[in-house]
């Protein structure tokens, strides 16, 4: 959770305190950063376990309201184990021009038909109705990206949701910096369903978010 954080922060994705890393547990509680503490800052005893009431029951620090919204996607969702949700530059400035994720370059492709767009925003997802709305536009997929907002990722690991989230921004990046120099040529579908597959392949997740791990601890130094 920690290494994750940093990852994420070195990209942008923790400007201020928005966003949230929930990590769901065998006995059903879950694992998350607490409130006002930004991803940049975050170690191991910062990480705080929370049940489905948000209480937090292992710590005196308090839990992030806005986390309340995950649940709802895990309800829905047994396959889920991690989500991830921020408000990184290029996803929020794509969001804010209502466009959804192109799939035009090789390295969107891991979100080809597997990333949902949910066009109007239900406003701060800090109750029942935001993760309702959010968890129905995200339905089967791994990704959304949310008008006005940002975006969420769920998927079955940690080091999917972290990869994945590195992957979105960057993508966005590109998307907003080929847009501004004429029309998209987006990918063939076949051959991104095949690159979305390849990529989303268990060695290429893990060996990716080692990566990223290593140049977040180059970057930060040692999480302690």
């Known amino acids: 959770v920690a290494l994750t954080c940093r990852m994420l922060a070195m990209e ?24 006002a503490v930004g991803f940049d800052e975050i170690t191991p005893d910062h990480v ?9 029951l292992d ?14 996607v895990y309800r829905a969702r047994p396959d889920v184990n991690c989500i991830v949700h921020t408000h990184p530059p290029y996803v929020s400035a794509l969001s804010m021009i209502g466009k959804p994720l192109a799939i035009a370059h090789m390295d969107a492709t891991p979100f080809a038909e597997d990333c949902a767009f949910l066009s109007k ?3 701060l997802p800090i109750a029942d109705d935001e993760g309702e709305i959010i968890s129905g536009a995200l ?13 969420l990722t769920a998927t079955s690991t940690i080091e ?3 990869y994945l989230s ?30 979305h597959d390849f990529l989303l392949l268990p060695g290429v997740v893990k060996s990716s978010f080692a990566m990223f791990a290593r140049r977040a601890l180059r970057h930060y130094g040692p999480l302690a």
């Open 160 to 162: 999917e949701t972290a």
């Open 121 to 123: 925003w239900p406003g």
């Open 166 to 195: 590195m992957l979105i921004e960057r993508a966005a990046r590109n998307q907003l910096q080929a847009m501004s120099a004429g029309n998209l040529v987006e990918v063939d579908p076949e051959l991104a369903k095949e690159a």
């Open 12 to 35: 942008g994705h923790s400007e201020t305190l928005a966003g949230q890393i929930t990590v769901r547990n065998d006995d059903g509680t879950f694992l998350t950063t607490p409130m």
């Open 139 to 151: 339905g089967d997929k791994r990704s959304i990206l949310l008008i006005n907002h940002g975006f």
């Open 48 to 56: 705080i376990r929370i049940n489905d009431q948000l209480e937090v």
């Open 59 to 72: 710590s005196d620090r308090m839990a992030n309201p806005a986390v309340r919204f995950h649940f709802w």
